[in-house]
């Protein structure tokens, strides 16, 4: 089911024919490409399709750039016992927890929270800092990445923050939209993240991880409908992918960031298919989940649907 337009982009048409005379574009507006894009160095078809590429020093969602959230190495205790705990970490308007702690290098982690602060917590539980953003309430929804002596986070005001990991100093911001859900992916000096407009739209954006120069930003404003899935990458099939709430995965070459295709839902006639959560990569393939209740795997290659989609008991897959 490839690049079929949903009931919410046809209804959206029509009401962009209606209002584009009295409100053009000004809520796809964001900030302009800075530098020209130096391309991470990686060689399309060069991954190996089994093992997951974790780089070197770089900690963030689920570990590697495929997304598995396979930790192989890690164990489970029998038991566990409380040893500290930290209040008001999730007391704004959205009161449940959608991020997680990323450990940094020395032993510690960082915790974003619905405050729209994003805390620096010792392995004894004592906060270091607190890197505060202009999200308020509305709080960060993303899991930070951590690399090169930084933390990188997107916050529901729209901003990409870099927080000093040893003293909290806000190193850059860069404004890209109207909200920013997702988790940002980084890579060899590069970030990656999916961006929500108002209208509602959506952008991917790549953004230097040294100075915050938005180095690509999608010319189509792919992926359009409030994105809150988060990207992933596939370095053996040379492929980046993103969901969206629009029911569709979106996929581009990589490195090169060139759009290749979509891949549409089946959605049942209360919903769009959502695919709010994270995509995994592998052995060709990007597996997720959407609120059509169907598992997928389609085809990096082609963006095919490799098999039968399984029936999963709940729509909210995440």
Not at 2 to 20: C, I, K, N, P, Q
């Amino acid at each position: 089911m490839t690049d079929a337009r949903s009931r919410r982009e046809w209804l959206a048409a029509v009401g962009a024919a209606t209002t584009a005379a009295a409100a053009g574009c000004a809520s796809l507006d964001s900030t302009p490409i800075d530098e020209e894009r130096e391309a991470p160095d990686v060689d399309p078809g060069a991954g190996d399709p089994t093992p997951q590429t974790i780089p070197p020093g770089v900690a963030q969602f689920r570990g590697s750039l495929e997304r598995w959230g396979y930790y192989p190495d890690e164990t489970v205790p029998d038991a566990v016992e409380e040893a500290w705990r930290i209040p008001e970490v999730n007391t704004g308007e959205h009161s449940a927890a959608k991020a997680s702690a990323v450990p940094t290098p020395d032993g510690g982690v960082v915790l974003p929270g619905d405050t729209g602060d994003l805390l620096s917590i010792t392995a004894d539980g004592e906060v270091r800092w607190r890197g505060e953003t202009n999200a308020g309430g509305r709080g960060i929804h993303g899991t930070p990445a951590v690399a090169d002596g930084r933390a990188y986070v997107g916050a529901y005001d729209g901003v990409l923050y870099a927080f000093a990991l040893d003293s909290g100093d806000l190193e850059w911001s860069t404004n890209l939209g109207g909200s920013i859900g997702s988790s940002p992916l980084y890579l060899d000096g590069e970030l990656y993240v999916s961006v929500e407009f108002p209208d509602p739209e959506g952008r991917m954006f790549a953004v230097d991880a040294e100075t915050g120069d938005v180095t690509w930003e999608e010319p189509q404003h792919r992926p359009t409908d409030h994105p809150h899935s988060s990207p992933a990458i596939s370095l053996d099939a040379g492929r980046m992918v993103c969901g969206s709430n629009d029911g569709y995965l979106y996929c581009w070459s990589f490195p090169d960031l060139e759009f290749q295709w979509r891949f549409a839902t089946d959605p049942p006639d209360f919903n769009d298919g959502e695919i709010k959560g994270p995509i995994a990569t592998y052995d060709g393939a990007a597996f997720f989940g959407s609120w059509d209740f169907n598992v997928y795997r389609v085809d990096l290659a082609t963006g095919e649907e490799d098999s039968v989609p399984h029936k999963a008991s709940s729509a909210n897959l995440t």
